[in-house]
T-cell receptor
Framework: QKEVEQDPGPLSVPEGAIVSLNCTYSNSAFQYFMWYRQYSRKGPELLMY????GNKEDGRFTAQVDKSSKYISLFIRDSQPSDSATYLC??????????FGSGTQLTVLP | GAGVSQTPSNKVTEKGKYVELRCDPI?????LYWYRQSLGQGPEFLIYFQGTGAADDSGLPNDRFFAVRPEGSVSTLKIQRTERGDSAVYLC?????????????FGQGTRLTVV
């Protein structure tokens, strides 16, 4: 069993839709949770970072962590074509060594 | 430059050859990381430097892989006797301190193809 499981998609939604991306993890010791966005042939860029259960909001993005279920989510409201990318969850014990999910490829259709 | 710079952007090499991949971190960043990303997968941790020293090299797959950061800035990832399975995008990242709440900034990666 992988430490972090992420549905690879691909996921295709119309512009304006709410997108829900999810990961599950196996090690309850993980305490840092991140979401990265990666455009084609680019390096990942950090979108959201949290180290506790609950919700964190930043503009159109909301990150949700449920440590009891070992489940993390990223919600994108009012999705735009520019949101089309691969979204990677990343989890860490110390924030120094990240364990990434396999990524979900998202396409937002105009 | 403003971001993490990796050279070359693409490298094609023959099986069995030696390759070096270079990473220029953001100026002043003390923490530097190498990751490897295979097609359709997320990045996989290789090694973490704090200053000149390798603080965690637990992700290096075998002794063919080695990385250095002699002056605490530029880092080189070295792969000996390359194998076709080494083909991947090698990503470098840096952060200001490597502490728990500091963001790691990734470069665009070096795409290595072993033929």
């Amino acid at each position: 069993q992988k430490e972090v499981e992420q549905d690879p998609g691909p996921l295709s939604v119309p512009e304006g839709a709410i997108v829900s991306l999810n990961c599950t993890y196996s090690n309850s010791a993980f305490q840092y949770f991140m979401w990265y966005r990666q455009y084609s042939r680019k390096g990942p860029e950090l979108l959201m970072y949290t180290y506790s259960s609950g919700n964190k909001e930043d503009g159109r993005f909301t990150a949700q962590v449920d440590k009891s279920s070992k489940y993390i989510s990223l919600f994108i409201r009012d999705s735009q074509p520019s949101d089309s990318a691969t979204y990677l969850c990343a989890i860490s014990l110390s924030a120094r060594q990240l364990t990434f999910g396999s990524g979900t490829q998202l396409t937002v259709l105009p | 430059g403003a971001g993490v710079s990796q050279t070359p952007s693409n490298k094609v090499t023959e099986k069995g050859k030696y390759v070096e991949l270079r990473c220029d971190p953001i100026s002043g960043h003390t923490a530097l990381y190498w990751y490897r990303q295979s097609l359709g997968q997320g990045p996989e941790f290789l090694i973490y430097f704090q200053g000149t020293g390798a603080a965690d090299d637990s992700g290096l797959p075998n002794d063919r892989f080695f990385a250095v950061r002699p002056e605490g800035s530029v880092s080189t990832l070295k792969i000996q006797r390359t194998e076709r399975g080494d083909s991947a995008v090698y990503l470098c990242a840096s952060s200001s301190t490597g502490g728990a709440h500091t963001e790691a900034f990734f470069g665009q990666g070096t795409r290595l193809t072993v033929v």
